[in-house]
């Protein structure tokens, strides 16, 4: 029987690309936007505290893969899409709502000047993913679902207990072109990316037994791109970190080979 030809519309492994030798460049990724303090102070602590409650309902993400061993730090809200949808985020979830709206605020404000015809104006806080990241815990690099070129974009903001002295690290990995940006992720940050640095570019949260204590990461994303239990719209691409591994390399393959030409 022939070989089946390759549907060259589809992402496959034979689009990966081999990582650029180390060391790599340190090059802020466009469609990253970071502001510190773009959360109110006594919002912050409510969050904490409603985190931090006896017996708080943690559960592992990776439960179904490690059980034994994935650690209990996560916890899912939403989606809540609509004006009632959101009354009901609210009622139920007081102060992670509040929170969410004010870096919503906090980010369209700074990026009137920035970006101000950009996606993010389109941007509702419908769906809240929860990360604890004790000291040394960390989340490996990787890729979000794909979407359409532009379409993908994650706001983060960061809750600990007050200003740590060594707070989170976060790592943006370029590995194709051999690219890398670290920030940390204080108490109280806003942070965004979408763009380029949602398509082409990976993020981890670093395994750093130096970091001073518990850090908070909300992940607000749009019902449209939270691929968490399928809650996305979009159906065109397959869910998971290695299909949008396989996807950000074949259009790194193509935007590669625009440059070349040009």
């Not at 893969?65 to 989606?79: D, E, S």
Request: proline share 7%; with cysteine; hydrophobic share 35%.
């Amino acid at each position: 029987m022939p070989k089946r030809a390759r549907d060259p519309t589809i992402a496959t492994n034979d689009d990966l690309l081999p990582e650029a030798p180390k060391p790599w460049a340190i090059v802020k990724p466009k469609g990253l936007f970071i502001v510190n303090d773009g959360v109110d102070p006594r919002t912050a602590k409510d969050v904490w505290d409603f985190f931090n409650a006896p017996d708080f309902p943690w559960f592992q993400r990776f439960g179904v893969r490690f059980p034994k061993t994935a650690k209990f730090n996560n916890y899912r809200i939403g989606p809540f899409t609509g004006d009632d949808e959101q009354r009901e985020f609210e009622d139920k979830y007081p102060a992670v709502y509040k929170m969410a709206q004010e870096a919503v605020a906090t980010m369209r404000a700074h990026l009137e000047a920035k970006d101000p015809d950009g996606s993010f104006k389109h941007f509702k806080a419908e769906s809240v993913n929860v990360h604890k990241h004790e000291p040394g815990w960390g989340l490996g690099a990787h890729y979000d679902d794909t979407h359409d070129v532009g379409h993908g974009m994650v706001l983060m903001a960061s809750i600990s207990k007050d200003h740590l002295h060594n707070p989170r690290k976060f790592m943006f990995t370029d590995p194709v072109r051999g690219r890398k940006y670290e920030t940390f992720t204080p108490n109280r940050q806003v942070l965004l990316f979408k763009d380029e640095c949602y398509d082409f570019w990976r993020h981890e949260s670093i395994r750093d037994k130096h970091q001073s204590g518990t850090c908070l990461s909300f992940t607000i994303r749009l019902k449209s791109i939270d691929g968490y239990n399928n809650f996305a719209d979009d159906r065109k691409y397959p869910k998971g970190a290695p299909a949008a591994a396989r996807w950000a390399h074949k259009r790194l393959r193509t935007l590669l080979g625009r440059e070349e030409e040009a």
